[in-house]
Nanobody
Framework: QVQLVESGGGLVQPGGSLRLSCEAFGFTFSIYDIAWFRQAPGKEREGVSYVMGNDYLKVYADSVRGRFTISADIAKNRAYLQMNSLTPEDTAEYYC??????????????????WGQGTQVTVSS
């Protein structure tokens, strides 16, 4: 059974950092594309970052480029999203997702078949 489990969310002050983790069960990360999305209350789901399964290509939304870093640890079957210089605008539920075929639009949610349950990130003083 395919399952994605996110963790690492929480409350952080502006300027702070968090590292989100996404653990995969039932399949191997190395052959699939992985992405992080987020959704704030009243807003549409937004693609944040993407990594090609073999870690060859990474894509970031303009809103997070230079602050967030996506990575994948194939040995642990985990993906991570390191988030630095957080602002209140980063407050959202964060989800990891996996595409079973190469994503043509890496930050488009319709490309992804499997989703985690989400982890809440709140940036507030």
């Amino acid at each position: 059974q395919v399952q994605l489990v996110e963790s690492g969310g929480g409350l952080v002050q502006p300027g702070g950092s968090l590292r989100l983790s996404c653990e995969a069960f039932g399949f191997t990360f190395s052959i699939y594309d992985i992405a992080w999305f987020r959704q704030a209350p009243g807003k549409e789901r937004e693609g944040v970052s993407y990594v090609m399964g073999n870690d060859y290509l990474k894509v970031y939304a303009d809103s997070v480029r230079g602050r967030f870093t996506i990575s994948a640890d194939i040995a642990k079957n985990r993906a991570y999203l390191q988030m630095n210089s957080l602002t209140p605008e980063d407050t959202a539920e964060y989800y990891c997702a996996v595409a079973l075929s190469p994503a043509k639009q890496p930050l488009e949610s319709s490309e992804y078949l499997f989703w985690g349950q989400g982890t809440q990130v709140t940036v507030s003083s």
